[in-house]
C-alpha cells in the first residue's frame, strides 16, 4: 500500500510495488520525492508537470533547502507568472536517479543485511523513460488521470519527449525545450569526460564512497566546471567576464605567478561553481543521470524514424530553442519539428534569440516568457479547463 | 658558449646564458631540441620555421620517437609538399616549457644541490612571445638573419603572431592558421577545466610527481579527453562515431550494463586518446604551456589597440581559418584581419570549408593544402629567392 506524507508542500510518494526498468530490473520500493503548487482543480484537468534537467530537483519555485538559494525556475512558475500557480496546479518531482528524495544511488539497496548501505553504483541502470514512469505513477497517486501540460527544458525536454511517446493519451500539451530527441555524440563524449572525472577521483572507491565518509569532491568538481562551460554561450562567457583577471595588480603586471595561481576571473567562477555543486549532489546519481540521457533515442526506439513515435499524437507540441544554445542547437530541434510534421501532430516551433547559450531556459529572457506564457494560454483556452482562476490556498 | 650535438637531424642547442622572461626571471641555461629538413640556401634565406601546437612537438614530418607515429605534418611537410624540403630548409623546434627536449619543468632545476631534481611547478611563467624568443636565439645559432616564412596552427599561429610583432625585421611572411590574437574566456575555461583535472589528481603531489615514479595519468588523461572534444566539431563526432556501440549485444539489447562499463564508441575513442597521450606528454608541461596560451592577447600589450601591433609591418600574411571549427572560430581570424588592414598591412584571408573542426589544419583538407601552396609559392617569387630549387641531401 501506497504511503504519503506532507510537509509543507514538498513531499515524498512511497510506492511499495515499485516499477520494471527498462534494463528489465525491478526497482521496489520507489520513493518518489515532488513539491506542488497552486490547488488541483475539482475535475483535476488543470495539472502541468515540470520536468527537471540533469542537476535539477524539485525545489523549482521555492528556496532550496540545501543551498538556501531561490527556485531555478521562479521566475517562470509562480502566481501571476507565465506558469501560473494561481490557475494551475504545479507539480516537480526530483527524478529517479536523483538524490534529492526520489530512489536513486544513494537510497537504500534492499535485502541486503547491513540496512544501512546504499545501491552505490549497484543502483540499476535507468533510461529517460523509466523517470518518466516514475512520474506517471505519482500522477496517478494524485488521482490525476491527464495532465493538462508537461513542460521541462534540458534532460526535463527528454522527459517531455517520453511522456508524449509513452503516454500520449495523459498529456494534453507538451512544451520541450531547448532539448532533443537523442544525445548527441558530442554530448556523449562530454557526459564520458565527466564520468571519468570522477571515477578518477581516488575518493571514489569505485562507488562506495559513503564507507569512508568522504565524497569525491574534486572529480565530480571538475565534471561539474566542464558541463558548465557547455551550459553557456562563447558570447555569454566574453560579456561576463571576458579576459578579466583578479585584482592583484602587483602579481598581475610582473606575470610572475605561482603556476597554480587563479589568474583569471572565469577561472574563479568555475571554480566556485564546481565546489558549490558538490555539496548539494551525489556523485553516483550524477553517474546514473548522465548515461540515461545518453541512452535517450527515440528513433532507435522505432525502428530509426522517430516520426513513428509521434503517429496520431493527439497532444499540442510548442518545441522551443535558443539561437546561442550549442549543447541542445536548434538543429536537432528542428529535426524534431519535422517529425512532428511527418506525423500531422499540432506542433508550433519558436527559436528564441539569445546570446546566453543553453542555460537561456533557466534565465530571465522575456522572449521566452512570452512564449511560455502564449502557449499555455491559447492551450488552456482549447481545454477548456474547469476552472479559469482561482487563488492559492 | 653555445654548444651543439648532433644526431640524424633531430638535434638540441644549449644556450648557457639563457634569456630573461616576460616575468622578469632570467632562465639559464636553455636547450632547444628542434628538427630540421632540407638544405639551407648559401644565401640563407630559404628557412622556413613551423611552430607547433599545445602537444605537438619538433617531429613534424618524421616519426615520433616515443609513439612510433608518423610526424604530426607529414602531408603538408617533405619533398615535393606544400612546404617543399627540396626547395625550403625547414626548422620544427620543441617550445619552451615543453617536454620533448627543449628547457621545461621536467629539465633540471639550476641551484639545488640535488642536481636531479626537476624544475616542476617552480618553472617560471611563460608567454607565447617567450617561446619565441628561444626559437629566435635558435634561429641566430643557425646563422639565419631572416626567416622566409613562420607557419603554425593553433598554438602554432600564436608563435607565428608573435613573431610577426616582436620580430617584424626576420619575418618575410607569416601564416597563422586557425588561431586567434587573444585566447578566449571560453578557451581560458576550457584550459582551467584541464588543469583542475590535473591538479586534482593525487598522483600529481603539487608537481612533485616525479618523487614518486608515478605520473597523474587518470587527470592529465581527463584533461586531454575534454581538449579533444573541443579539436573536433559535432558533425565530425556524429560522423565519426554518431550513436554507434561497441559490439556487445546481448549487453546492449538489456540495458542491464554496469554503470561505469563502455557504452558508446566514442567513449572508447576518447579514453584511448587520454590513455595513449599520457605516455608522452608531462604534466606540468600541459600546466605551463596551457598558460603560456591563456595570456596570449596582443592588444593587452599594445594598449587595447591591436592593429598597433602591425603598425608599418612589412611581412605578407596570409591567414587561414576553418568554418566548422568553434575553438578558435573564423570570427577570431576576422579581428586580427581586420587589424591588420587597419595597419594597412599586405594580407590574405582565406576560410576553408570543412566539417572537421579545429583539427582540420592536422588532417587531409586538399583546399587548405592548395592554399599554404599558393602563399609559399607566391611569396617565394616576390622574395627572389637566391636558390630556386636544390634536392635534399
Known amino acids: 500500500m501506497d ?72 521566475g517562470m512558475v509562480g502566481p501571476g507568472r507565465a506558469i501560473d500557480t494561481n ?50 505513477m505519482l500522477i496517478r497517486h494524485l488521482g490525476i488521470t491527464r495532465l493538462f501540460a508537461v513542460i521541462g527544458g534540458s534532460m526535463g525536454g527528454m522527459q517531455v519527449l517520453e511522456w508524449t511517446t509513452t503516454f500520449p493519451e495523459k498529456v494534453f500539451a507538451a512544451m520541450p525545450i531547448a532539448t532533443a530527441p537523442f544525445h548527441s555524440a558530442q554530448n556523449i563524449a562530454f557526459n564520458e569526460v565527466s564520468r571519468q572525472a570522477i571515477t578518477a577521483d581516488p575518493e571514489f572507491h569505485n562507488g562506495r564512497y559513503w564507507e569512508t565518509g568522504a565524497i569525491p569532491a574534486r572529480g565530480l568538481g571538475v565534471a561539474r566546471m566542464m558541463a558548465h562551460i557547455t ?45 558549490s555543486f558538490v555539496r548539494r549532489f551525489d556523485a553516483n546519481s550524477y553517474l546514473t543521470i548522465t548515461r540515461a540521457m545518453d541512452w535517450m533515442d527515440l528513433a532507435a526506439d522505432h525502428d530509426g524514424d522517430f516520426s513513428a513515435a509521434f503517429a496520431g499524437t493527439p497532444i499540442r507540441f510548442c518545441v522551443v530553442s535558443f539561437s546561442s544554445d550549442w549543447l541542445f542547437p536548434t538543429s536537432q530541434s528542428r529535426l524534431l519539428v519535422r517529425a512532428l510534421n511527418r506525423a500531422a501532430a499540432n506542433v508550433s516551433f519558436v527559436e528564441i534569440e539569445s546570446d546566453k547559450g543553453h542555460d537561456a531556459f533557466l534565465l530571465d529572457e522575456p522572449d521566452f516568457e512570452r512564449t511560455v506564457r502564449g502557449f499555455i494560454t491559447g492551450a488552456a483556452e482549447h481545454a477548456q479547463l474547469s476552472v479559469a482562476s482561482h487563488t492559492e490556498g
Not at 45 to 60: E, M
Not at 97 to 126: H, I, Q, Y
Open 3 to 74: 504511503t504519503f506524507s506532507t510537509s509543507h508542500n514538498h513531499t515524498t510518494a512511497l510506492f511499495h510495488d515499485g516499477l520494471t526498468l527498462d534494463c528489465g530490473r525491478h526497482l521496489a520500493p520507489v520513493e518518489i520525492a515532488y513539491c506542488t503548487y497552486g490547488v488541483l482543480s475539482p475535475a483535476r484537468d488543470n495539472a502541468i508537470l515540470i520536468c527537471h534537467a540533469l542537476t535539477g530537483d524539485q525545489y523549482v519555485a521555492q528556496t532550496h533547502p540545501l543551498t538556501g538559494r531561490a527556485g531555478w525556475w521562479e
Open 87 to 136: 490557475r494551475f496546479f504545479v507539480i516537480c518531482s526530483n527524478v529517479l536517479g536523483g538524490c534529492m528524495g526520489s530512489t536513486g544511488p544513494r537510497s537504500p539497496k534492499p535485502s541486503t543485511e547491513n540496512v544501512a548501505e546504499p545501491w552505490g553504483t549497484d543502483f540499476p541502470p535507468l533510461t529517460i523513460r523509466d523517470m518518466v514512469r516514475g512520474q506517471e
Open 231 to 275: 551550459y553557456l554561450s562563447e558570447e555569454a562567457l566574453t560579456r561576463k567576464f571576458g579576459r578579466r583577471t583578479r585584482p592583484d595588480p602587483q602579481r598581475l603586471a610582473s606575470k610572475d605567478t605561482s603556476l597554480l595561481g587563479e589568474i583569471f576571473e572565469v577561472e574563479s567562477y568555475l571554480r566556485h561553481q564546481g565546489s
